[in-house]
Every structure is written in C-alpha cells, then in structure tokens.
C-alpha cells in the first residue's frame, strides 16, 4: 500500500500541492520523501504541513514534528537537516507511537496523540525557504527495508555540494595555513611563463601593487566577465612587481606572473606581519616547527618554486622583544636568501623600512647604523615613504656600492611622501636620480591612477596611465572650465533636472542629469586660449577626444540623445563639426566618445552640446539621462612623468614574433578576425608583448594611435591610428616607433615570413606598411596598400602581388598574398633578412592617407615575424584524443532552486601531456568561444539539463606551430 504522490524532483519555494484524492489510502500513517532545502538562517519555515494540525518544520537546522495534543501545541525533535544536502526523512506514526529516520538514524516516540489523515492542501516551503522534494511516498505502514531500499536510491542531481574547482589564486591567512601548505594536496596553479632576459639598468624601479587588499577580478585563474579592471601594461619601465596586501602570506596569481615575466620583469610575493598579533607570528616564524628553525623559510622558498614566482618582500609591522630575538631573524634571512638564490636563479629577498636591530618598530626613512644589519642579509631595502634629502643622502653613502639595491619608496597617494606623490611623483624622482644618489625607485600602489581617476571609465584610464608613465599630457576642459551651461530648446533650463547619485553612471555622481519631453538641449563655448592653449599649441591641431555616459529612463528606457560638437576659430565661425546623430537609449549606461585629430589650423574655441528627450512624451523629466561630459585636449608640451628619468628596457626576444596588442581585457573575444564570443572579460595573463609606447612619432606629422576596444584581430583590443589632417595632391603620413624589439635571427634562418593585418576605414584611402629596422642599418618596408597591382590567379580568395624591389636604399616588400578575414586583411610577406649577425630593433608602422579634411582611421590587428619553415597551424575537424584524457564533474547551480529546473556547473578537465600555456573552450559548433583556460580545468556555468540532456564541447590547445587539434568532451546529465 505505497502510493508515490512526487516522483520527480519537485521545485518548492511556498507553492501548495494538492494530492489527487484517488491516489491516497485512508488508512495512511507513514510518509517518506527526500528533501535538499536552503533555508535563511535562524527561519522557522515549513518543510510541509500535513493537515493543519500537523507539520514538519524546520528550526533553526533541526527537523521538528508538532501537532495540537488535547488543545496544546506538541512537538518533537527529530533530529538535524543540513541545508544544501540531499537527506531522506521517514515517519511512522501508529497507535500514537512515532517512528521517525534521517537517512538510517532512527527516533521512536511514544503515548502521543497524534494521526495522520492525507487527503488536504500541503504546503511546501516558503519564500525564505526553498529546495527539492523527490520520491514523496505514503503508505498504511513502512518497513526498515523500505527505507534500506530508499536509501540506495539518493537523488544525484542536485549533488550534495555547490562547491566548485577552486580556480581563483588566494592567500594563506594564518601562520597555521602557511604551516599546513602542501603542495602535494595544494590546488596549485603555477605560472607558465619563463623570465624574459632583459639588460639591467643602474636606477631600477618597483611596483608594489596595492590595491584594496588585491585577489580582485584578477584571483581568477582562466579570468573574469568584467571588462574595466586595472591591467597594468607599461612593464618596460619596471624591473620588480610586488604584490602587496594586508593577510599574511600573498601569494602572487599566475596572470600577472605570466606577463610580468613575458616583459622580463621579476615578480615578489609579499610576507607580512602587523601590529599586536603579528608579535606572537614573529617569535614563530624565527622559531620554526618540527624540530626545524627554517621550517618557514623552507616553506616560502617551496611556495615561490612551485608557483614559478621570483621572490619575498618581508615587511614585518609587528615589533620583535629584543634584539637577542631579532638577531634570530638576522639569522633566518640569511639562511633564506642564501638558499632561495640556490634554488631559484636570480631570486631576491627583498626588506622593508619597518622594524630596528633592537627589535622596536620604528620607521627610520633611512638606511642607517640601525636597521643596516637587515640590509646586510636581504638583496634590497625598500625605504619609506618620509624620507628628505638628507636621510636620501646619508642611505646612499651607507648603501656604497650597493646604493641601486636601495629602493626610495613613494606613495602615490601621497600619504605624507616625499614630493607630494601622484603627478608630483617627478619631484622625488628628480632628487633620486641625480648625480649625487641614483638609488632605485619604489613606487607604492600605483594603480592610484586606476582607484582615484578612472575607476569607471575606460577611456579616461587609458589616459591617466599614459600621462602618468609617458607624459601624454593632456586637459579636460570641460572640467576646468567655470562657466554655467547655457540652455536652449523650447524649455530651456527646465528641460534638465539632476538625477540621483545612485541613478548615475558610477552610482555616486552629482552632476547627472534628466531631460523631458522635447528636445532639451544645452551647450558650452569653450575659449581654448583662455584655458592655457597657446595660438601656436592650437594652430599644431592637438588631438581631441570627446566623449560623455547616456542612459535611458523608466518607464521606456529607449529615450533620444544627441552630441553636437563644433570646432571653431578667433571669429567663433565653423571650421569643422561632428554630430552623434539621433540616438537611442536603453536601460544600460554606454559611453560615446569622438577622436578628432588633423583638423585645420585656426581653432580657438569648441562649442560642446547635448541633448536629449523622452519616448513617453509625458511632462515631467523622464527622458534621457547624460553624465560625465569630458573633452580631452592634448597639450604638446609632455608632461614630468616616469619616462622622462627612467629609461625604458624592453625584454630580448626570439623568433617568432608575434603580437595582437591584447591588453587582457575586452569588451568582446575575437578570433583570426571573427567575433567568437561577444561577452566581455578580463584576464591580465592574457596580455601580449604591447607597444613600447604610444604616440612615439618619429617622423611625419600630425597623426595619432589609440588602443581601439571595439575592433579586434584576437582578443580584445586592435591599435586604431588617426592619419590627421590632409589633402589631396599631398599625402599626410605620420611614422610612429611601436616596438624596441632586439629580435635576434639566428644565422641558420634563411628567409622569414611575416604577415599582418589590417581593417581599413571608410573610402579605402588610408594605407598602412611596417618597418622593420635591423641593427646593420638595412630597413625593411612592408607595404599593405589597399589598391595593389594584383597578378591575376585562378581560384581561391587569395591574391599574389609582386615581389619585394629596392627603393632609395630601402628594401620594399609588397605581399606575396593577402586574406579576407572578417571584415580584416591579413597581408603576408617573404623576405631574406640581412647577414647575420643582425637582429630587429625597431618595429615602426607608417600610416599615410589622401583624404580630406579628416582621413579615415585604420586599425593594425596583429603583427606576425617568423622562419619561413615554421608552417601555421592549420585547424582539423577531426576529434582527436591523443594525450589529452578529459572528463567532467556536475555541481548544482542555485538557479535551479530559483527557476525550478535542473540547471548545472560542468567542470571540464583534462591531461596534455604536451603542456599548453592556454586553452580555448568552444561551444558544440566552434563558433562561439566560451573562454580562455590557463589550466587544465574550465567551469562553465548554469547548463539546463531539463530539456537538453546533453552537452558538446572542444578543448583545443593553442599552438601557433602544428596542427590545431579540437578535442570533445560529451556532457551528460546523469
């Protein structure tokens, strides 16, 4: 007599079930079910009521059964329901005598009076109280096999735990943790990324990275969906990276490992203990464990070999009891440095400015007779930050030879720093790198640029770091400028009203505003001359970048907006204008932004308008919503920034060459000229050799580069060059120094192949060639024009061009062929590289264009140089499963709970026995990438198995010199 009432896994959250009156025994005294709940915590909500005078309930974890027992409430304590586990329940009831199991465990309760009677409305859940019931019986009676039988028949899905690979970089907490540290049962993802070599400079310079505590977006190891993170990219003027927090082992994740080392940068963790409770870690560390007094230096030392990292930054805030007990530590350091030089090549052990040989803490802003013995036994003092002249004198007299293994710190944040920090950081770098000390430099948080100016905006990042490294200097006008907006339209003024804080574009600005039914419009005229442009700074044609956040408003969030902008001369007459055109909100802040450059001489003002209106035609303001309105102006006087005393050193690199001027994040994923996934990321291991500097114009005239976010080859980013201004008769080129290579080609390479590509603009009239300058002098021009000659060939898609020719000393190589990729050519070259010795010291890209008055931007996408022999991959439709075992886990994922459905998280693995650095993930069709993994795990999330019960997916390892390999792993709901 058991009647299966649910069956199936049955979603509840408050619904009431109403069992069919047919199916029940009126005789029924048992029930049996599973149940997997997530109750809110301290929530006393039923699991289901059974009549109104029964009901099993949850308190507080523990599973209650009450009932009205002669007019009073009764209850019993069955036992205890973990939430987030699937655990079966059984209750008995005869005679007033109770049965009741968890899985086996078994209560009886006796002389109750209490019946059960099936037959009305059962409530399962609540609002705060959701989950699964599956295989719901009842009966007249349950036997122990009964339940036996139950239990080996435990739902699968959803799976006991939510927890999924740990893919994410963390700290180790305690001192404890750090004990514990195995790296035979650590999830450990080390670094793939050897150091680059590099030449060594006399003044060096550190990056403590230090930025809210870090393990931020960047702790993913195969990255994250958010597109605006900081990705530090100007590595040519650092030589050491530190990553800095506050728990007290930091260790660094891969990705900035990876490219850290890609740029010949040396890479630190940080072992850090502070104020009261670090004294008690102090006595530890310097005592060890297990009979060993460097059983943490062993650990460290094990942790930054196994992680592929290149060191320790010590900074010990919490004081030592004396200095018998800091000698301990002397003592420690030295036995750490001496054997993490034998065990990692070119490691450093690195101190900082904190604790005295007496044991105090006291910050000295000093080298001196006090904290010496410290530097005595480390391979560099990082000082702090309040030094002054004299204490910078007195460390480098002390430091003698050693005085570059001396690191002046500066806060950026300008907390009590010499020089003020921030843009003033020059001030302590002008006094640092005289004659008379030239010690190292360390910077301390330099993502200020990131946290103070640009921490919602992209573009305005961008510019911040290339003003901060490279003294792209550069005004916003808008926000200098004093005067009030003026209003036109049919409402004027009362067209605009504020917008809440929350409701604005970073969700705390004050100068948002709302406009109304009708055109509501305003505008500003900006005297260029008066905000400090010179006649001649104008006349020069300094790029321009407009830009400004819009928005929708509800309750029809597809509202109008307009941006005019007008460049005008002395006489406020136009000389040039751009307009947005009418454009339509959604409910999601976008950004607008114009780059203007090459226009004619004679500008002295601009005159700024927006304008927007509703889709509702209601009065009040529910129209569109505009924000952080900015016009960035360069200056072409360069601003003191890093550049201008450090000098850059770029890492010696090998054939093949290969860059797409990824930066490690993207608005989208692109592939081979395809778009491949159109939702954003971020991966800071991901980024490639970059362009030594930007707007590095060695010769030409007016023209302009810009990292391009919207357009990309592979990855996420292309470079979009502005040719500027130009006529007809007389083309308008600019050459700009992209790369200080030092590629060195072995003499056994015969002739190298190289190819890149290239997405024109409008009217095909701006052209794009590379130079390759090698050491002896002999230049190489790569020439792509867009109207070529071509050889007529039989076909294909491919087009045969002429072969290279001299030209004014000059080799000129036209390609041999090119290729339509998307909306991208790609144009392929052979030449014979000068006799060996020789090497590629520079890399320049030479724009040119006919257009008037503005010429069409063009975008390089990616630059490739190799030995001809090197055959690209080809890719193969076959599945191929040679040394890559895969297989798959399932883990429940809460929308099933919030939908009701059967909705999981796949973790695929697998074994390569080649070992990849990188892999992409590819849905059933390889047409759309799913992500990059840098590991031999990818989690892919929220699969609804209620409809589908089975998933396709392809692992294929980048390789760039065989053929590409897709290989299939089959997921299947079990």
């Known amino acids: 007599g058991m009647d299966l009432l649910v069956g199936k896994a049955l979603y509840f959250n408050g619904n009431t079930l109403v069992f069919p009156s047919k199916s029940l025994e009126t005789n029924s005294n048992s029930l049996m079910f599973w149940v997997y709940c997530t109750p809110e915590e301290d929530n006393e909500v039923g699991v289901c009521e059974i009549l109104g005078s029964v009901k099993l309930s949850i308190i507080k974890s523990e599973v209650v059964l009450q009932w009205k027992q002669e007019s009073e409430n009764s209850e019993i304590r069955i036992g205890t329901l973990p939430s987030r586990k699937w655990k079966h329940i059984t209750v008995n009831i005869i005679d007033g005598h109770v049965s009741a199991w968890i899985d086996s465990q078994k209560k009886t309760y006796s002389d109750l009076k209490i019946e ?25 009676n349950f ?282 950081t020059c001030k302590a770098l002008d006094v640092i790198c005289s004659e008379s000390k030239r010690c190292s430099v360390g910077l301390f948080a330099p993502a200020w640029t990131f946290e ?44 605009f009203s504020r917008v809440n804080p929350q409701d604005s574009y970073n969700g705390r600005s004050s100068k948002a505003v709302c406009t109304s039914f009708t055109w509501s419009e305003r505008f500003k005229v900006l005297d260029l001359v008066k905000l400090g442009f010179s006649v001649s700074e104008l006349d020069s044609s300094p790029p321009i970048i407009v830009s400004e956040w819009y928005a929708g408003n509800p309750p029809n969030t597809e509202d109008f907006y307009r941006m005019d902008v007008k460049l005008l001369d002395k006489h406020q007459k136009e000389l040039l204008s751009w307009s947005s055109g009418e454009l339509r909100t959604s409910a999601s802040w976008k950004q607008i932004s114009k780059k203007i450059v090459g226009y004619p001489a004679g500008v002295r003002y601009i005159l700024f308008q927006d304008a927007g209106k509703d889709a509702e035609g209601w009065g009040g303001h529910f129209g569109a919503k505009i924000d952080a309105p900015s016009i960035l102006v360069y200056k072409s006087q360069k601003f003191a920034s890093i550049s201008e005393y450090i000098a850059p050193r770029f890492p010696k690199m090998e054939l093949p060459f290969r860059t797409s001027f ?134 294909g898609e491919e087009k045969k061009y002429e072969e290279g020719r001299e030209d004014k000393g000059r080799k000129v190589v036209h390609p041999r062929k090119s290729k339509q990729e998307g909306s991208w050519t790609t144009f392929s070259f052979l030449f014979t590289p000068p006799p060996s010795p020789s090497s590629i010291v520079f890399i320049d890209a030479v724009v040119s264009s ?18 001809q022999r090197v055959k690209e991959g080809k890719e193969s439709s076959e599945l191929q499963r040679e040394n890559m075992e895969t297989k798959y886990s399932l883990s429940w994922n809460t929308a099933s709970v919030e939908r009701g459905e059967e909705v999981a998280d796949v973790t695929l693995e697998w074994k390569d026995e080649e070992g990849h650095a990188r892999y992409n993930i590819w849905n059933s069709e390889k047409t759309e990438l799913l992500g990059v993994a840098f590991t031999k795990q990818f989690v892919i999330r929220a699969l609804n198995f209620s409809q589908v019960r089975e998933y396709l997916f392809f692992v294929q390892p980048v390789s760039y010199t065989r053929k590409q390999r897709f290989v299939a792993i089959v997921v299947k709901q079990q």
């Open 452 to 495: 103070v100016h640009a921490k919602d905006d992209r573009l305005l990042f961008d510019k911040h770091e290339e003003k901060y490294w490279e003294g792209q200097n550069f005004v916003d006008i808008l926000a200098e400028d004093k005067q009030k907006w003026n209003f036109s339209g049919k409402l004027g003024k009362s067209g």
């Open 662 to 795: 990824n930066t490690g994040i993207g608005k989208k994923y692109c592939k081979e000229g395809q778009l491949v996934s159109s939702s954003s990321w971020n991966n800071i291991g991901h980024q490639e050799i970059l362009p030594s500097t930007l707007n590095n114009i060695i010769s030409g005239g007016r023209g302009h580069v810009e990292l391009d976010y919207d357009n990309a080859y592979n990855g996420g980013s292309s470079l979009i060059f502005f040719p500027g201004r130009s006529g007809y008769e007389t083309p308008n080129f600019s050459e700009f120094r992209l790369f200080e290579t030092g590629i060195c080609v072995p003499p056994s390479v015969g002739n190298l192949r190289a190819s890149f590509s290239v997405l024109f603009g409008e009217e095909n009239s701006t052209s794009l060639s590379l130079k390759l300058v090698w050491s002896n002098g002999t230049q190489h021009i790569l020439r792509a024009e867009r109207r070529v000659k071509e050889k007529k060939e039989e076909g």
């Open 116 to 140: 059960l009677n099936f037959g009305h409305p059962v409530r399962l859940g609540s609002k705060n109280f959701k989950g699964f019931l599956q295989n719901f019986y009842v009966a007249n």
């Open 143 to 424: 036997e122990e096999k009964d339940i036996t039988q139950a239990l080996d028949s435990k739902p699968i899905y959803p799976q006991d735990s939510l927890a999924l690979p740990n893919l994410v970089s963390h700290p180790l907490r305690s001192m404890e943790e750090l004990a514990l540290w195995d790296s035979s049962t650590a999830t450990v993802f080390p670094a793939t990324t050897p150091l680059a070599p590099r030449d060594e400079r006399e003044v060096k310079v550190l990056h403590c990275h230090d930025m809210s505590g870090n393990y931020i977006e960047d702790k993913h190891i195969n990255g994250s969906d958010v597109f605006h993170v900081y990705n530090f990219r100007h590595w040519q003027y650092i030589d050491i990276f530190i990553y800095f927090g506050h728990e007290r082992v930091m260790i660094p994740p891969p990705g900035w490992i990876n490219t850290a080392h890609q740029n010949g940068v040396k890479v630190l963790g940080t072992f850090i203990t502070e104020w009261g409770p670090g004294e008690s870690e102090n006595l530890e560390l310097i005592n060890g464990r297990e009979g060993n007094k460097y059983f943490y230096a062993d650990k460290l030392i094990e942790i930054a070999r196994v992680y592929k990292f290149d060191g320790w930054f010590f900074n010990f805030e919490s004081k030592f009891p004396d200095e018998e007990t800091t000698l301990k530590l002397v003592d420690f350091l030295s036995y750490f440095r001496q054997k993490i030089h034998v065990e990692i090549e070119g490691s450093i052990s690195l101190w900082y400015d904190s604790i005295l040989q007496d044991g105090q803490l006291k910050w000295q802003n000093e080298l001196n007779s006090k904290n010496e013995i410290f530097f005595g036994c480390s391979d560099g003092f990082f000082m702090n930050y309040q030094w002054n002249e004299e204490k910078l004198q007195n460390s480098v007299n002390l430091a003698g030879s050693r005085k570059s293994e001396v690191y002046a710190g500066i806060d950026i944040f300008g907390r009590n720093t010499f020089g003020g920090g921030g843009y003033d």
């Open 850 to 867: 006919f257009a008037s008055p503005f010429a069409p931007a063009i975008n390089l996408g990616q630059i490739r140089i190799e030995e």
